[in-house]
T-cell receptor, first 112, second 114 residues
Framework: DTAVSQTPKYLVTQMGNDKSIKCEQN?????MYWYKQDSKKFLKIMFS???????INETVPNRFSPKSPDKAHLNLHINSLELGDSAVYFC???????????FGPGTRLTVL | AQSVTQPDIHITVSEGASLELRCNYS??????LFWYVQSPGQGLQLLLK??????LVQGIKGFEAEFKRSQSSFNLRKPSVHWSDAAEYFC????????????FGAGTRLTVKP
């Protein structure tokens, strides 16, 4: 019974393509996040989404856009993929006021 | 803004030996502190957290961490390491009243020798 799930686990694509990564949480949390982990394991927050409020890390290119159909889902759409987008992307969720975040298994994106 | 430093990039210990992973934070107010573990190819799992109260915090898998305000540290410890503890460990800090801004350290990779 996975708490935070992501699909796909692996994604290999060509430069210039558009792709999406899906995330679902069944913890009843009200806040969801997307993180990017680079090849040196450094974790950087990209977005957080709570009650329809989106907070964007200003360094994230506008080719990246999160979309939340409901409180349990936060999908990540990436347009015009570039080589530098290759990384592992993690979805996470938390309950406002509790701070601890719970992570999905990650999606390894490789852009060729 | 808050920040986290993990001074050790890679640590190797023998199975059965004790472990201490260092974490230093920078934040003007009382921080919310966390340790996460990432096994190879996996997501991050929360080991323990500190919000307030007792400065020695117990977590899962036999880990504990001690908050020392005077040293701005939150070091992770385990008395006896098992081979399955080999993983990447991340310290993180969140700001009071700001759920959306958790900062992670660069991680410490733990290797366990048989």
């Amino acid at each position: 019974d996975t708490a935070v799930s992501q699909t796909p686990k692996y994604l290999v694509t060509q430069m210039g393509n558009d792709k999406s990564i899906k995330c679902e949480q069944n913890l009843g949390h009200d806040t969801m996040y997307w993180y990017k982990q680079d090849s040196k394991k450094f974790l950087k927050i990209m977005f957080s989404y709570n009650n329809k409020e989106l907070i964007i890390n200003e360094t994230v290119p506008n080719r990246f856009s999160p979309k939340s159909p409901d409180k349990a889902h936060l999908n990540l759409h990436i347009n015009s993929l570039e080589l530098g987008d290759s990384a592992v992307y993690f979805c996470a969720s938390s309950q406002m006021g509790e701070y601890a975040q719970y992570f999905g298994p990650g999606t390894r994106l490789t852009v060729l | 803004a808050q920040s986290v430093t993990q001074p050790d990039i890679h640590i190797t210990v023998s199975e059965g030996a004790s472990l201490e992973l260092r974490c230093n934070y920078s934040y003007g107010a009382t921080p919310y502190l966390f340790w996460y573990v990432q096994s190879p190819g996996q997501g991050l799992q929360l080991l323990l957290k500190y919000f307030s109260g007792d400065t020695l915090v117990q977590g899962i898998k036999g880990f504990e961490a001690e908050f020392k305000r005077s040293q701005s540290s939150f070091n992770l410890r385990k008395p006896s390491v098992h081979w399955s503890d080999a993983a990447e460990y991340f310290c993180a800090v969140a700001r009071l009243y700001n759920n959306n801004d958790m900062r992670f350290g660069a991680g410490t990779r733990l290797t366990v020798k048989p």
